[in-house]
Structure formats: C-alpha cells, structure tokens
C-alpha cells in the first residue's frame, strides 16, 4: 500500500492530533452546581481510579474513538493506494480520441470518451505518485478527431493536465490518428532517450489513416488503451448516405435517396421517416440485413449490411429534409441526416465577349434559357457584387433581359479576363482570370504550332462522358497552376484545363482560343458545357440539389456586406473568420443543423451538417492501432493503475462517527 | 449555579405542626431503653424505687426502715418482716439536637425544613409529657439551645426557636464539625436522658470519634439520618455531565465527569457510608435510623419512628 498525499496528512495529522488530544487535557468548560458534600463523588472517582489501572483510558473512551476517528479521516486524505506502479522521471502524453465513433454508449452505459477521460485520469493519478517522488517529467494532453488539439502542453502542474482532460468535448467528425501523432511527434524526436516518453493513446481504434506513410514515434513508448470491448459486431444502425435532388427538367421533382448501414449480426427492422421543415412526409418500415463477414476477407471485420431507399415528393421552394430512423441503438449521431434543399431555379448565364456563335449554339443546347451578352468594357462598369442573383438591376445594362432583382449563376469569359476576379464561378476561355498563383503563357514560338491534349482528368465531374484525344489545338498556350488548383487536362507543354477555387468563388480555366481549335466541331464541347454550367451555377452540383457539409468539413459564406462576425448556434456554437464578403465557418463539430441570424444570403441562414460515415458509424472496436509501421495491440488495463481506497477509510470513519454518536449518548444519558 | 437548597423562608409557626397532627402527636411518648433517672417526679418509671402505686419487690426489714411499707400480711404468714418496694416514677431529660449546617440547605424537600418538623413534632410530644426538653443547634460546634422546658406552656417558645435557625453559609474556615458539636453537648448536657440527633452527617472528619462523646450509660442516644431523594440518587438532581462541584458546608470543589459508571460507584458508597455511620453508632450503642425526606412526615413520625421504638 502506499500513499499520495502523504505529506498532506502527515502534516494535518500534526496539527489536528496534539489539538484533540489537547482539548482533552485542557479543562473542560464545566458547568457548575453545589451539593452537600463533596466528600463522596472524592471517594468515588478515588475508588474508580484505583481500582482500574487503565482508568484514564477508560474515562476517555470517546478521546480514544475520535482519535480513531481522526486517523481515519487522515488515512483517506493520504489517499492510500493498492497495486502502486508509477512511471517517474518519465514525460507523458495523453492522447484521447473524440472522434464521433467515441460517442458511443457502450461502455457501462456511458460514453467511450468518457471512459476514456476517467482511464486517462488515473494515468494522471500515477503521476501524482512520481510527482511526490519528486521525479514526474510533466504531462501533456492532445485530443484529436478530424483534427488534434493540444490541449495542455508540457507541464508538471496536474490540475491543469487533469482540467484539460476535463475540458475534451465530443465530436462528431472522423479520427485522424495521424494529426495527433503529428502533434506529438516533434516532442518525442526531442526527448532525451529511449523510453523517455511515454504516449497513451485512449482510443477505440477506428481511425482513418490519411497519409500513405504514417508518421511513427520512435523514441517515445506507445500505449494503445482500447476502449470498448472486442466484439464482431455492434449494434449501430447508421444513415451512411443522404441526398436530394431536383429533376433537372422538371425542378419540383425531388428525389431524396437514404442509405442505411447495420453493423449489427442481426437484421434490423426500423421505421424511417422523410420530413420536410419537420412535417413528416412519409413512413417506411425498412429491413435492413445483418452485417455480413466477407469470404474473400475473413479477417477483416463483416461488411455492414445496406439498404437503399428513396422517396419521391413534389417540392417547389426551400425545405430541410430531414431523415431519420428509430432504432435504439449505441451511437446517436448518425440516426438521423438532413440536408438543405435550394428553391428550384432555373439557370441564368452571362457571357462577356464579343461575340461568338459556337458558345451560344452551346449554349442553347444545354437547354440555357437564360443567357444574356455583354461586352467586355459593359461589364468592367457593373458592380460585381450587383451580378450575383438577386442584385441585377437590368436598368443599368444594354441587352439585358429577365426580371429585375434576379442576378447571374454564371459567367463565361470569353477570350477576356476581367481586372478582378468576379464574384461569381466562371468559366474562361482563351484567358486565365487574375487569381494569385493563377498564369496562362503563350505558347513557345520555337515550339510545334498544333498540339493535343495528352492527359485529362475523366473523374471530374466537369469532363465526364467529354473526349478530349482528338483534338488539334492551334497554339494553346499553357496554365501556370497554383500548389491548391486542379489540373484538368494537360497538353503537350503544360496544363490547358485547370481549375481554381478562391474565396469559395470557382474558376474553370480553358487556356485556349475555341476559335483556334477544332473543339467546337466535336460533341465534347457542348457535353462540357451541358457538364461546366449547371456545376458552376447551381453551387456546385451538376444538378440541383440539397446541400449538406460533413462534420470536421469548412463552409464558405458569401456575404453580401462585410461582416465583423458571424456565429451559428446549433449543437455546438461556431463562429465563422471573416475575409471581407467572404467567411469561412470553423469545422463543424458536430452533426445537426445550425443557424445564424447574421445578415446572409437566405442560403446560408442554415447549415445541415451530417455524420454520414460508415468507419465512424461502425462501432466495433479495432484490436490493435497502427502507428508507424507497427501496430500497438490494445489493452483493457494499459498501466497498472493505483487504486485508490480512501473511500473505505471514508466509511470506516463514518461508522466510527456512528460509534463515537452512541458512546456520547450513553454517557450523557442515564 | 444549580443549587437544590431552598431559600430562606420565613415560616410561621403552624407550618411546623398543624393543629391535627398535633392532636395526633398527643397520644405518643417518647420512650427510651433505658430506665434513667429524672430530677423531678414525672410520668415515667426509673430504676429508683419510689412512691408510685406500681409494686416493684420485697425486702428484709432492717432496722430503720419505714414501718408503713412494712407487709404484715406476709410477717403474719412467714413471722418474718419484709418491706415493700414500690417503682418511682420521673420526668424524662429529652435533648434534640439539630443540625443546621449548609449541606442541610438542600434537596427537595429540603433536609432543615424536614428536620425543622421533626425535631418540632419529637419537641412536642416530649413537651406534652412533662419531659425536660432542650434544643440544640449545631454546625461547626454547638451554637444555640432552648433549655429546661418543660408542659405545654413552652411549645410556642420551642417552635419559635426552631422558625429561627437557618442554615449556615460555607465557610471553609469553619466547615461543619460533629466531633466538636458532640463534645460540646455532652459537656452541657450530664443530664441522663434522651438525646436524638437529627442531621445528614456529611461529616469530613472522623464520625465514630464523635459518636464516642454521645455514648453512655445514662444517654439513650437516637441518631436520625436524613438525605435528600438527590443525594440517594444524583441523576434526579441533574448531577451529570462534566462538572465543577461545590460543597456546601466548607465550598470544597470537586471536578468530575459523571458517567453511569461513576454514579453506579457513588450510590456503593453512599451505601457504604451510611453503613460505616449504622456500625460506628451500634458500637457505641447508640440507635440509628435513616429516612429519605420524600418520605411523608407523617409517616416518620407516626409509623417509622414508632416501628423503630423511638415513639410510643
């Protein structure tokens, strides 16, 4: 047995033990009375004196019970321990995982986290012990989800290790391991020696490894306290996918399609509802299967059994589409999704040239009903933020068209690059817009005139079903692309598609002249077009539909004034950094939906934030966690943890008060 | 400071014997073991042969004897003279002795005042039987007395005497002294006769030394022992706890912390003391008899005291 606080008591012990013991030897207050005679109670007390050797031990058997009393109450203050094993001289570092996955309620019916913060309090109760050794190296706190935190550097102060261990909130975003390894890496590659640190990892295991070569800790010792139990299964019923979108020819068609994923080894039968602005629309009981261990992976965990499913509704303006199932099950985060879908409009386009057929005939064919024309020196008069839907004003500008109050979805630059970036994704040909990092050179004169796109990206979303090999291309020129922009296609000499995102506004980037290419003849060209402009437009999206962010993810509000700041309250409260009209919202931590009633556009008044990912959904927990290129098995009970059993002496002196109670009152009562 | 001991009171002189309890008090007597001689003729039989109608023997006839208590009646049957002897009959010397001293102050009913009574209900009827009657008070020696009285004319007289007396204040100079107050008496009082000491013997000194100056052959010596139901048993006068205790007769201070274990040692030794005062009287024959005063006057006096042969 040993003891934490020793000193403590012993110092208390010696102040409060001589005052008892004092108070007993100093003269009682007696109350005064006469008698006849005293010369009685003398022979008496005379009689019992000599009579018992021990009298005066007697006589104060309740000195005796409260100094027992006391000891106790001093033993539970030096927190007496059992199975003592301290690491002193040794630095550590407390890592605890807050990712959604440990927001499951499967551990004695509280939350992995908080499991996992009580189990990395008493790694910092064993410090306690080297710190009255004199020998602690200090303690560190990192929590991590999509991101690591520090949440206590180096420091031998354990109240604020322990605050900090405290202080970790939940999260519903994905684990990345490797952030907090690299959080703590540069302290282990300074530590003095093998061995001189010490990180404990408190983590279920399901993390995302989002380097190819992770980063390993070489000099420190690693200990991977697995919370939860080993199981093949778990019983979590997730929404894995949600989305919703507008028929693009008959925009008040929406489908909305759900994904549910078991992970238990049982079938699920569950009611799933489908809400619009939290009026249930519709009920479906769905059976969703077991989870299923794969042949071809029989050790690698069962696959979650999925199903698909879809409800059509007709739905003309904004709406929060809200799905949701009732099955109880371990992890609360991912029983329900939503997302946020936009009014349906339809597609308005500016082009700024000077003229040019086959861009309207493109145009045309990608059903633009409305496209208006501007001249370039029309355009540098407009002001740009007065472009954006809802702040045309067709007054000010020759040939404009549409209703007033509308504004542009998308701009195409035709062989003319405006002196500031727009406000608006746009689309250039021949040009490259004035973004930082963002260049188009000539093409070399001593190079051949006729080139080819040798290489072009078939993923995007912008060149699907687009052929780009047999196109000759006169002189193309090429893109100078910032480390952050997308190549899209590259020719001979460099990149001729790229595309650049800045201050959330987007610019796809064709470096060549149509003009001076045989692109136009070729069907390619108006599928590109069919493809850019509704993705550029409809913010994003090749159709329209219902926009959700995922917890850990940025959103990008574009403001129309300049905002100070900007809040939203839902789950959690998050404040947004504002860059001008442009404010990035800090990653969301967790799911829901969030609201602000700052002064932004109707779209960003909410945010839908989902979950909506199967490895956190998934709430087996993992044996062994890979750092470096090892994996640390996990243990249930990493360090032999001091138990502390002061409470015992806590009720062992209780009963001792209950004693000391009864000896009083029958002293005092007759 | 808690005191059990009463104020003074001023009490009147029926508050001492009401008149019917006197009228019961008429038919008693006190009476002694022992035939002891009187000064003047009275209502009770000596050893002296005297005068009364009570025959007591016979003797020869010497020359010189009175021929009038000559029985010729058996000269005429035996022809021998023999003398008749006749029993005398004397007044009885009654002394009561009352204890006045602080530790008397105390209890409820408070010890003085019962004694007060009792030495007034004993003073009474020895008075109505033409004893010589004299009272005594004491503490620290003998202080005051009311002597010689004799019939019913000094009654009055007597209970004044008694309204009087209040207890004596502490005084650890001069605490209560029996062997002293003994001394004194039986220095005063050669007189044989009947001597009752009323008192609670809370005494430091040494009891039996002073029982010796009360014993002899002419004194019928009555010792009353009285205590209060507090003394018998403290816990009734709320002696417990941890106190500082404070003797009434010389203010010596005790400090004790009384436990059950402690008042179970204190009754013992009351036990043994009153015990101790019962063995040092026998020895020198004196008669003790010891009352608690939530014992009914009445009953002391008509049954207790009867029983015990103090009263016929």
Redesign the interface.
């Known amino acids: 047995m040993g003891f934490i606080s020793f000193i403590t008591a012993a110092i208390a012990a010696g102040i409060t033990i001589p005052a008892l013991v004092s108070l007993y030897f100093l003269k009682l207050k007696r109350k005064r009375m006469v008698i006849p005679s005293t010369l009685l109670w003398q022979r008496a007390v005379q009689d019992l004196q000599v009579n018992a050797p021990f009298q005066k031990i007697k006589n104060n058997l309740l000195l005796w019970v409260q100094l027992l009393l006391l000891l106790l109450l001093l033993f539970a203050m030096a927190r007496p321990t059992q199975n003592a094993m301290a690491d002193p001289g040794r630095r550590v570092v407390i890592v605890i995982d807050h990712s959604a996955s440990m927001n499951s309620t499967d551990v004695d019916g509280k939350s992995r986290l908080e499991a996992a913060k009580a189990r990395a309090l008493k790694v910092i109760d064993n410090l306690d012990a080297g710190e009255a050794d004199g020998e602690s190296g200090g303690a560190m706190v990192v929590s991590y989800a999509h991101r690591a935190i520090v949440m206590q550097d180096f420091t031998t102060d354990l109240a604020r290790v322990r605050k900090a261990i405290r202080d970790i909130q939940p999260t519903d975003q994905r684990s990345h391991l490797d952030a907090a390894i690299a959080a703590v890496e540069p302290h282990a590659r300074q530590s003095a020696g093998e061995g001189d640190m010490f990180v404990h990892i408190f983590s279920d295991g399901r993390v995302t490894q989002s380097t190819d070569e992770p980063l390993a800790l070489a000099k420190a010792d690693v200990r991977f306290h697995r919370i939860g139990e080993v199981k093949p299964h778990g019983n979590n019923l997730a929404i894995a996918a949600l989305s919703a979108r507008r028929d693009f020819t008959k925009p008040q068609l929406v489908q909305v399609y759900a994904r549910l994923a078991n992970f238990s080894d049982k079938p699920v039968t569950t009611n799933v509802q489908f809400l619009a602005d939290d009026r249930v629309l519709s009920t479906q009981q769905v059976k969703v299967p077991a989870a299923v261990q794969q042949a071809s992976a029989p050790g690698k965990p069962a696959a979650p059994g999925e199903t698909g499913l879809t409800f059509d509704m007709t739905w003309l303006g904004d709406a929060l589409i809200t799905v949701r199932h009732d099955h109880p099950d371990v992890l609360a985060a991912d029983n329900a999704a939503r997302t946020l879908l936009a009014p349906s409009r339809e597609l308005r386009v500016l082009m700024v040239t000077t003229g040019n057929a086959y861009l309207d005939l493109a145009c045309e064919a990608a059903d633009v009903e409305h496209l208006v024309q501007m001249a370039p020196d029309q355009y540098e008069k407009q002001d740009p933020k007065k472009l954006r839907r809802g702040g045309w004003d067709d007054a000010a500008i020759t040939g404009a068209s549409g209703a007033a109050g509308e504004g542009f979805d998308v701009i195409i630059f035709d062989r003319y690059a405006p002196k500031t970036p727009p406000l608006i994704n746009s689309l250039y040909f021949g040009v490259a817009p004035p973004v930082e990092g963002l260049e188009r050179k000539d093409t070399r004169p001593d190079s051949p005139s006729n080139e080819v796109i040798t290489q072009w990206d078939r993923g995007s979303a912008l060149l699907r079903n687009v052929e780009l090999s047999d196109i000759p291309l006169r002189r193309p020129g090429r893109l100078i692309v910032p480390a952050d922009g997308k190549v899209l296609a590259i020719g001979r000499e460099g990149p001729v598609m790229a595309e650049v995102t800045r201050d959330g506004v987007r610019h796809v980037v064709v470096c060549f002249d149509i003009y001076e290419s045989l692109w136009p003849h070729r069907i390619s060209f108006p599928v590109f077009i069919k493809n850019a402009l509704p993705m550029l437009g409809l913010d994003g999206s090749d159709q329209e539909a219902g926009i959700a962010y995922r917890t850990g993810e940025n959103a990008v509000v574009l403001a129309d004034t300049e905002l100070d700041r900007l809040a939203y309250t839902g789950p959690r409260t998050i404040n947004a950094r504002a860059l001008g009209t442009t404010l990035t919202v800090d990653a969301f931590p967790r799911a829901g939906l969030y609201e602000t009633k700052a002064d932004v556009p109707t779209r960003y008044k909410q945010l839908a934030v989902n979950l909506l990912d199967t490895e956190e959904s998934d709430p087996r927990v993992a044996e062994t966690l890979q750092i470096g290129t090892s994996a640390v098995a996990g243990t249930v009970q990493a360090v032999e943890v001091r138990q502390e059993i002061w409470p015992w002496f806590v009720w062992g002196a209780l009963a001792v008060l209950l004693l000391e109670w009864m000896v009083y009152a029958r002293r005092m009562h007759i | 400071?808690?005191?059990l001991?009463s104020p003074t009171r001023q009490s009147k002189t029926g508050d001492l014997l009401s008149p019917d309890f006197m009228r019961q008090l008429d038919k008693l007597d006190v009476m002694s073991r022992k035939m002891l001689r009187g000064s003047q003729q009275g209502e009770r039989r000596t050893k002296k042969k005297g005068q009364s109608v009570e025959f007591a023997d016979y003797r020869s006839y010497v020359v010189g004897d009175d021929l009038r208590f000559v029985d010729w009646n058996l000269y005429a049957r035996l022809d021998k003279l023999f003398i008749r002897l006749f029993m005398e009959e004397e007044d009885l010397s009654v002394s009561l002795v009352l204890d006045i001293t602080?530790?008397?102050d105390?209890?409820e009913p408070n010890?003085l005042d019962y004694a007060k009574r009792l030495i007034a209900a004993l003073g009474y009827i020895s008075l109505t039987h033409y004893n010589r009657t004299s009272v005594y008070t004491m503490a620290d020696g003998l202080l005051e007395s009311s002597q010689g009285m004799r019939g019913r004319r000094p009654i009055p007289q007597m209970l004044e005497f008694l309204n009087r007396q209040r207890a004596v204040p502490a005084d650890a100079q001069r605490p209560g002294d029996q062997t002293a107050a003994f001394k004194s008496l039986s220095i005063a009082n050669q007189r044989p006769g009947v001597i009752i000491v009323v008192s609670?013997f809370?005494d430091?000194g040494d009891l039996g030394e002073a029982f010796r100056y009360l014993a002899g052959d002419k004194r019928d010596v009555y010792l009353i022992h009285l205590l209060?139901p507090q003394?018998v048993d403290?816990?009734r006068?709320?002696?417990?706890?941890?106190?500082?205790?404070?003797?009434?007769?010389d203010g010596?201070?005790?400090?004790?912390?009384v436990?059950?274990?402690?008042?179970k040692?204190?009754k013992?030794?009351?036990q043994a003391?009153c015990n101790h005062i019962k063995d040092a009287a026998h020895r020198r024959g004196l008669a003790y008899m010891i009352s608690e005063t939530d014992v009914p006057f009445e009953t002391l006096v008509l049954q207790y005291l009867r029983q015990r042969g103090l009263l016929a």
């Not at chain 2, 706890?241 to 003797?247: A, E, I, K, S």
């Not at chain 2, 010596?252 to 912390?257: G, I, K």
């Not at chain 2, 436990?259 to 008042?263: D, G, K, Q, R």
Request: proline share 4%.
């Open positions: 400071m808690t005191q001991n602080g530790s008397m105390y209890g010890k609670d809370w430091k209060s003394e403290p816990v006068g709320k002696v417990i706890g941890d106190l500082r205790l404070t003797d009434l007769e010596d201070v005790a400090e004790v912390s436990s059950p274990a402690l008042i040692k204190y013992a030794t009351l003391y």
